[in-house]
């Protein structure tokens, strides 16, 4: 007996609903069996990654804090993908949009109006676009890989924070920390419910997906990026322009990341330190995977992956778990989803060997 | 500067390029055959966990290369599985991997974490090296000559048997080379594990040549650089060595511009980036000359699904 793949005319569309779910569950089971052979107590690390974070109601904030920038990114990540843009440096824009966010936030420390919160959006998005349009330029008229240009410029952009934080970013009260002034009250995301800790970039991450999904599935554009990154040569039949979906996917994939930066800085962090990058440009793409590149998904699955980060939180201190095993049952989930997506392209066939197949 | 400091420097320069080129060329096989594995990064940090382990526990340097290299092509399978079997996407597959190997490395390393390695030394007896001029050919660890000798070992393999022959049709037309009778997907799995375990014994390199001790995240980045690196080299292996070179000079230039009073006009933040920013100006220059862009394997990043 083999198994043989047979591609479907349509990839099925339930199946691509149920397999994340699928991919999930699978990843609880098999993470268990894994790390009781490595040593662990498999089933404890199982239940304090996956199931505290949910029984737990006053772990709740946390996972919503947590979600919140992973949507954002994911959902403009999901919109690359989509078109064939591989950016994998929302990092580096994530950083760079908090820098540029804090720029104008450093500048206005001392006055107060209303315009200061979104004049600091404003400019935190417009910096990781700007940090995303180098790639696309370099892609647009020198045909560079944005893979290696999107990641080698996040790479530079932490050296980037670490010298604004040493220099003309720090606080001058700051005894010599490297870190910028506290942000003053009109600069501040204001707390959503009083006592706890979400604040309003939580349902702002929630309405961003919410758009870019409205936007995506009524007008030309959207169809556009899809249809390019389905079938190139169609594409360019059909008048759309390859170049001009390069800059679409990466502007607003970099813009949303460093829109998530500076919501970050101006929220739960509360200035620019040198541990504010903290590898949510990275777990986004898992994200975007895991929601099957879908701004609605996105929600659902930053809502899981952050499940998974609270989770580890909690087990390193409960069963002594390193932190270092999410990062394995992220990849693990990563890897399943992906190696579902053969059940939403093809059927899965058994064949006799001998028997030729249709 | 003296001759003494000058062989200094181009010994750490051999250092800092051998584990780049390792895996580059281990990528280039793998990309040659038309599958793209950005595992790399992740497939370096599980041989260099691995080596760390083993170096510790037996204190056989050899054993410990050869651990890393068969863990990290294992690893390996997994990426080849998926894209090759499953046809999954490569791309997302690749940076899954790399997570995976950054999360593995990070837990089993914990155990090992700032314990020193002894260092791996030249194979050849001390007094031949004594002379600083005879240094520069005798002073080396293995794995600098290993490097060397699979620079041509994979120019010869690619270009002048049959088997190099076979992988490069895989890579260039893949339904031509499977109707012929080529096993395409067999193929890509065998230039998978070898890029593996090219990239495994590059993650080897880091705690037995250049920081000999476990932390995590050892190889910061210098996986991604390999990638970038075979694009530099129009998919060629001597090529390879020259840019593996360079950037082993830029990060060597990175530690003595740092300490060095002359360099201080720019911050010691814009030298550590350095490497970084000249990774995408050299991918830019490259792709201006017609044949950068024009040399990737046809079928590179691309699923095969055999039909008939």
Redesign the interface.
Known sequence: MQLR?E?RPEPSKVLRVVTPIGAVLLTMVLGAIIFTA?GYDGVGAVREIFVSPLVNSYKWQDLAVKAAPLIIIAVGLAIS?RANV?N?GAEGQYIVGAIAGTGIGILTNDMTGWWIMPAMMIAGAAGGAAYAA?PAF?KVR????E???T???S??SV??L??LL??PYKSPTSMGQPQTALFSADQSLPYLIPGTIVQLNVPIAIVVALAVWLLFSRFVFGFQIRVVGAAPHAARYGGFSANRTVWMAMLISGGLAGFAGILEAMGPVGRLILQFPANYG?TA??VA?LGRLHPLGAILAGIMIAITAVGGEMAQIGIKL?F?????????M??LI??S??LVRYRVKAVRPGEVAA | MNAELVIAIIVSIAAAATPILLAALGELVVEKSGVLNLGVEGMMLIGAVITVAVTLTTGNHLLAIVCAALAASLSSLIFGFLTLTLSANQVATGLALTILGTGFSALFGQPYTVKSVPIIRSPFPPELAADPIWRVIFGHPPLVYFALLMVVAVWWFLNRTRAGLIVRAVGENDLSAHSIGYPVIGVRYLAVMFGGAMAGIAGACFPLMLTPQWVERLTTGRGWIALALVVFAAWRPFRLLAGAYFFGFMMIFEIYAKSNSAFRVLPSEFWAALPYLATVLVLVLISLRREGRTSAPACLGKPFVATG
């Open positions: 793949l591609k490595l993908y591989w994998i180098v370099l020198f045909s560079v890989n893979i290696l240009t990641l080698m410029l790479y530079a050296y980037l670490n010298y040493a220099g990275f793409i898992i995977f390193p270092a095993a999410v990062g394995i049952f992220q990849a693990m990563l890897f992906l190696a997506d053969v």
